[in-house]
């Protein structure tokens, strides 16, 4: 899972107000017609950087995805998982012993 906060520019704490000027600033910038004379290698990049702009946007500017993204990446979701279970483990067991 990507860090849609970081594909943005922004803060956790960002207002929708700021989630639209961001997306706006990065998408203005990434737009694959504004790099129409790239190499075809770069326009394949050009475009992957687009659309993870778009897919943040999507996710953070509808309040019930957004709301499901926080709660996963509060769980540390998207760090590596076996990392994550470790975690979960050594918490568990810390409070037995």
Do not use: C
């Amino acid at each position: 899972m990507k860090d849609h906060y970081a594909d943005l520019g922004l803060r956790p704490s960002a207002t929708l107000a700021e989630i639209k000027k961001a997306y706006r600033q990065q998408a203005a910038i990434h737009h694959p017609d504004r790099h129409s004379a790239a190499k075809a290698a770069d326009a394949a990049d050009v475009g992957a950087r687009f659309r993870l702009v778009q897919t943040a946007y999507e996710v953070l500017s509808d309040p019930d995805k957004r709301k499901a993204y926080d709660d996963n990446r509060q769980r540390n979701l998207l760090d590596n998982p076996l990392d994550t279970a470790r975690a979960i483990w050594q918490a568990y067991f810390s409070r037995i012993v």
